[in-house]
């Protein structure tokens, strides 16, 4: 290519630059929108519920009676259930709408109002403009219906998250003075534990901690048992290869504590003289001892509060421990004395109460609390 020729082509590539320039835009500025855009996540046990919507304003217009803002009866459309593109709804595991099932997943959420009952419908087409092309025939995976109830005044269009309950949560989308609610639950128990495997097969393998968390979690729901059994031992024992063990006051009474719900009596008995020969700290010692006292574990419990109050002397909730073991050992006289030599290291807020210890100890009848 000569130098003219050369000289020419890079006229006219400047020439096209300066044009592309004048006909692009970048707008920079945060200009405020007429429908702003919301994310909002909730956690319902390990299950996160994520609605993305774009929030109009009322301005004064009556929009549940005006059918060119909330279309009536599916006529000509359904409802976006917001503003511009349709809004939707994501759940991280299976789950429940108003009792009936919805797996796991993305959904355009759009509403169908028929006088004072709401149709409401999970699209597995998540990503329309509006409800326009929504086919309601083929594209919806699941429907409910509901109806709406009185909210207070909203001015822009929002999704409440309500009346939450350990595996159950009542979502709300309120605008002006009406909220369409319904209701989302789930297995909590297979949610959570699904998820506690997932999670011990990764990062938390080399963490004891996790280990213990999954278990206790089982214990106290009282769920899946022999699993938590094993996965306590994998809190005492490590994860793969053994890897991260840490066998500590937590998680031996964590597996006693299993074991003795699955009355594994041998294990049990094993699991306590490996505890009780630790050392521990009073807090420590005051869980594990008031577990010995409600499984009968007296003479173990005493064990126990002796050998971590010779560390740590005049822990007067260790004192109180001992006294109650020896009461259910049937030694009262060992047991009063103790309580009456703890009056004056006892704090005041508890003196009321431990008066009534003596005196229920003193006349047999007393209980250890839960029991």
């Known amino acids: 290519m000569n130098q003219k020729l050369r000289n020419y082509v890079l006229l006219i590539a400047m020439l096209l630059g300066v044009q592309t320039m004048t006909y692009a835009q970048f707008h920079t500025l945060k200009i405020p929108q007429a429908s702003n855009f919301v994310t909002e996540t909730q956690t319902l046990g390990v299950t996160d519920i994520t609605i993305t919507y774009h929030s ?15 279309p009536q009866n599916g006529e000509p459309i359904a409802w976006r259930a917001g503003a511009n593109m349709n809004t939707t709804i994501s759940f991280s595991t299976d789950v429940m709408i108003e009792g009936q099932p919805l797996s796991a997943g993305t959904y355009g959420f759009h509403i169908i109002p028929r006088e ?3 149709e409401l419908l999970f699209a597995h087409a998540s990503e329309q403009w509006g409800s326009y092309y929504l086919d309601v025939e083929n594209d919806v995976t699941s ?15 929002d999704y409440e998250f309500m009346n939450w309950q350990e595996n159950e949560v009542t979502i709300g ?19 959570v534990i699904t998820s506690f495997r997932n ?26 048992l022999e699993e938590a059994l094993e996965w306590a031992n994998g809190s005492i024992n490590g994860g793969y290869n053994g890897f991260a063990a840490n066998k500590n006051a937590s998680n031996l009474q964590t597996k006693a504590e299993i074991l003795a719900k699955l009355d594994r009596k041998t294990e049990l008995k094993q ?15 005051n869980y594990f001892s008031i577990f010995l006292l409600k499984t009968g574990n007296y003479e173990d419990a005493i064990t126990l509060l002796n050998r971590t109050l010779k560390n740590h002397p005049d822990t007067w909730f260790l004192e109180l421990n001992k006294g109650i073991g020896y009461y259910f050992l049937d030694k009262k006289s060992t047991a009063l004395k103790l309580l009456k030599q703890l009056k004056p290291k006892a704090p005041e807020y508890f003196a009321e109460r431990l008066g009534q210890i003596e005196n229920e100890i003193q006349n047999g009848t007393y209980k250890l609390p839960g029991t």
């Open 271 to 285: 699991t306590i003289q490996e505890a009780i020969s630790m050392d521990m700290d009073p807090g420590q010692t």
């Open 143 to 157: 429907k409910v219906e509901v109806s709406s109830e009185e909210a207070p005044y909203s001015e822009k269009l």
């Open 199 to 224: 999670e011990l097969r990764g990062l938390n393998t080399y963490r004891w901690e996790a280990w213990n968390d999954a278990a206790r979690w089982c214990l106290n729901h009282d769920t899946n």
């Open 173 to 191: 989308l309120e605008w002006t003075d009406k909220r369409i609610p319904f209701k989302v639950s789930v297995d909590l128990n297979e949610t």
């Open 56 to 70: 109009p304003a009322a301005r004064g217009r009556d929009v549940w009676n005006n059918p060119n803002i909330i």
């Open 116 to 118: 004072d009952n709401y």
